[in-house]
Nanobody, 126 residues
Framework: VQLQACGGGMVQAGDSLRLSCTPSARTFNSGTMGWFQQAPGKVREFVAAMRWSGSTTRYADSVKGRFTISRDRSKNTLYLQLNSLKSEDTAVYYC????????????????????WGQGTEVTVSS
């Protein structure tokens, strides 16, 4: 299964973007999908995740109130709405997924996500 992420770009601080991630198959309907970011020279960090059922979502503290994760069942697509972007949000954003329905405490773990997309780059200039 491949995860196709898109929607990145170059924007100004305060602008918005919407990232999308579409799996090549409907593999994660009972699982968990999420987003991670990797800034230049830094490790890949958790941004947000949700159970495909919609029952549980989790956000990194740094994006709470600014980013929103959602999914469209009919389109089999995961979204990340990025609002009020800051220069520190500049990173490559990776879509990740697992067929397991993760509990809240494990959603932020890279190791618990088995599938990864190729990444989409977001650059925010101040």
């Amino acid at each position: 299964v491949q995860l196709q992420a898109c929607g990145g770009g170059m924007v100004q601080a305060g602008d918005s973007l919407r990232l999308s991630c579409t799996p090549s198959a409907r593999t994660f309907n009972s699982g968990t999908m999420g987003w991670f970011q990797q800034a230049p020279g830094k490790v890949r960090e958790f941004v947000a995740a949700m159970r495909w059922s919609g029952s549980t979502t989790r956000y990194a503290d740094s994006v709470k109130g600014r980013f929103t994760i959602s999914r469209d069942r009919s389109k089999n697509t995961l979204y990340l709405q990025l609002n009020s972007l800051k220069s520190e949000d500049t990173a490559v954003y990776y879509c990740a997924a697992t067929t397991r329905s993760l509990i809240f405490s494990t959603m932020a773990n890279r190791a618990d996500h088995d599938y990864w997309g190729q990444g989409t780059e977001v650059t925010v200039s101040s």
